[in-house]
């Protein structure tokens, strides 16, 4: 998905969050758009949080281009680990399911 030249890379990231944000919630998350990112729950009970805590474990998402790969979209944990390229839906869910507790 490449960006026309009058769209922005807020606009960019925007669409592409709400890609993922579809998939998500067809994954059973619940989500919410903010600012800039897509806050992602796990509202299962039985979910635990790379912290190890029970209950709802969430994070919002962010999407930007990464200088590391040649300014591809990426999306972001919210402490700013790279998740996978915006392009690879897959890898984001898996990445996504795995480390907010929800099963494969």
Partial sequence: ????????PAVESYVRLQVLGMHLRAHGFTIHHVAGGLVVRNMTSS???????????????????REE??????YFTSWRQPIAEAERITDALV???GYLGAPG
Wanted: with cysteine.
């Fill in 1 to 8: 998905m490449s960006v026309p030249e009058h769209e922005s």
């Fill in 47 to 65: 979910a635990r949080s790379r912290c190890g805590a029970r209950g709802v474990s969430g994070d919002t998402i962010t999407c930007r281009p």
């Fill in 69 to 74: 790969d040649e300014g591809r979209y990426w």
């Fill in 95 to 97: 990445m996504i399911k």
